[in-house]
T-cell receptor
Framework: GDSVTQMEGPVTLSEEAFLTINCTYT??????LFWYVQYPGEGLQLLLK?????DKGSNKGFEATYRKETTSFHLEKGSVQVSDSAVYFC????????FGKGTRLHILP | EAEVAQSPRYKITEKSQAVAFWCDPI?????LYWYRQILGQGPELLVQ????????DSQLPKDRFSAERLKGVDSTLKIQPAELGDSAMYLC?????????????FGEGSWLTVV
């Protein structure tokens, strides 16, 4: 069946560092791909999405590109801020919705 | 901006008691989801509604959990009797339709502690 594998956390970076959080998937169909962010004590918020190969989703300085050839949707940001500290979830959707286990990100000032 | 409303925000209940959570999705959203999120893990789908009909409840522990969306708008998730292992955050979410490309919008969640 379909599955999502996310980079294990926690990831700790200094402010202004470059961020990559890896996400790879297996799917029998052609899923849509999403990244969600969860701040402490809150629900999940959509960060960005891509629905077809080579699409790039972007929001708040974060980017991810739908790579069908490598079945990946890695999240990147060029310069992280303390306020980016949160848990990030990769999500694939075909006939099922599957979330990754989440990657906790700590940004140090 | 329209939001998914959930209540209560926090609930502490004793083992074997009944507990209920309520959700009001974004107006016009046909698809409603209930997820359970255990601390440190990703959300796990419990039940999915399309309008008033259940389309997926394969992961719902039906011996103790029930969910309804009688008029195809708001929804209630009930647990009876609650067990210690039910302590988690219960997230309600909605989307315009169940198409894979549609964004799912989450509420802030209801934290349940069973003691």
């Amino acid at each position: 069946g379909d599955s999502v594998t996310q980079m294990e956390g926690p990831v700790t970076l200094s402010e202004e560092a470059f961020l990559t959080i890896n996400c790879t998937y297996t799917a029998t169909g052609y899923p849509s791909l999403f990244w969600y962010v969860q701040y402490p004590g809150e629900g999940l918020q959509l960060l960005l999405k891509a629905t077809k190969a080579d699409d790039k989703g972007s929001n708040k300085g974060f980017e991810a590109t739908y790579r069908k050839e490598t079945t990946s949707f890695h999240l990147e940001k060029g310069s992280v801020q303390v306020s980016d500290s949160a848990v990030y979830f990769c999500d694939i959707r075909d006939d099922k919705i599957i979330f990754g286990k989440g990657t906790r990100l700590h940004i140090l000032p | 901006e329209a939001e998914v409303a959930q209540s209560p925000r926090y609930k502490i209940t004793e083992k074997s008691q009944a507990v209920a959570f309520w959700c009001d999705p974004i107006s016009g959203h046909a698809t409603l989801y209930w997820y359970r999120q255990i601390l440190g893990q990703g959300p796990e789908l419990l039940v999915q509604f399309q309008d008033e009909s259940v389309v997926d409840d394969s992961q719902l522990p039906k011996d103790r959990f029930s969910a309804e969306r009688l008029k195809g708008v708001d929804s209630t998730l009930k647990i009876q009797p609650a067990e210690l292992g039910d302590s988690a955050m219960y997230l309600c979410a909605s989307s315009l339709t169940d198409r894979a490309g549609n964004t799912i919008y989450f509420g802030e969640g209801s934290w349940l502690t069973v003691v």
